[in-house]
DNA sequence: CTCCGTGGTGACGTTGAGGTAACCGGGCAC
DNA sequence: GTGCCCGGTTACCTCAACGTCACCACGGAG
């Protein structure tokens, strides 16, 4: 077997790894081309609030680490899309966009509900 | 239904919410704490590297959002749990660990790939 | 030719996450 | 009492991520 991968140690590389999956902006983007291929003009108005610069450097990055690919199209632009290792990326990360978006009130309750334990532990000492 | 929350749009409470659990640190302590309840020690050993700041600001960042506990033991120390949203947590995040551990060959193998693609083409113009 | 849209790149400034290290209260050992 | 470990907290600093803005190459429309 391989030398026993941990994300639990500093210096593992599965540590970087971990580090470039659990990112909104990779989970975003790879959910997005699971679809289907799209250019850069598309995943700019799709990933709303997301800058052209953070754009661009996020794409590299996942190009540079295999997740994603840039094709030049027969219409001559060139198009993002999955690769095989990107795409065993899709079922873990959309999971993750579901949970935030079917989460979103437990979550505002929760924050509701410790807000209020401070308020009350700060002004009734 | 409730307002169609959506990680995609920048103000929704819901990209706040992926950007927390699309984290590392979160990942990592969502699944130590998985296993059993754990110590504050006890997590810093565990997690290597992390800081005791980062580590209590991440432990009270997701006390907020409802997603662990901080329990008075028998023993009159402390310890985190998942609640139970916290527990739906698990399977999203485990997955992230198991990718990134597995999937560590094929990513460095494209980044070498992909840094040699790199050089030629400054090389040779 | 000019003008505009697309898909960037680069230089800079700002912000926020994270690192460092000192300190502190409680419990317990001695 | 003193000393020490644990579980933090605090103040301060650093650095990488991110934002802003200007610019640029290329292609197509006119």
Redesign the interface.
Known sequence: M?PE??????E????R???R????W???IVVLLHEEPLRFGELHR????ITKKVLTDTLRAL?????IDRALHRDGHARYELTD?GR??H???S???V?????????????D???AAADARTLAP
């Open positions: 391989t991968w941990t994300v639990f140690s500093a593992c590389p599965s540590r790894s971990l580090a999956i659990a990112n909104k990779t989970a975003m799709a990933v709303e609030g190009e540079r680490d295999g997740m290792l065993t990326l079922a873990p990360l999971a993750l966009q949970w935030a978006e079917s989460h979103v009130e437990d979550v505002l309750d929760a924050q509900r410790y807000d």
